[in-house]
């Protein structure tokens, strides 16, 4: 197994990742704040670098880039930090294991 590869459930103790339906939409909204965090330094840093003078397209061009860069190399560490912090509020009852989980007629888990 690689380091890039999503599981479903963790190898060791077999909890299940995805909780609910739509669980991920928290980690979309980590990743969504990273995003807006780094563009915000980027065009800060950039802005004063350039002041009084900025190049506009080249300071536009540089944050998207930045954005993308951080979506690629982010999305594994907003599901990380969306998980961790759902179990941090919401402790995983029995029936959250893959062992102790019954089958369902759709995707098993």
Known sequence: MSMDEVVDACPVCEYVFVRESGYWLGA??????????????VFAIGLALTWPDPPWLTL?????VVNL?????????????????????????EDEFKSTRRPTAGRDF
């Open 69 to 93: 860069g951080i979506v690629f190399f982010g999305y594994g560490r907003a599901k990380t930090a969306w998980a961790g912090l759902d179990l941090a509020f919401n402790p995983p009852s």
């Open 60 to 64: 536009m061009i540089t944050g998207a």
């Open 28 to 41: 979309m909204i980590f990743l969504m704040a990273f995003v807006i965090i780094g563009f915000a330094v």
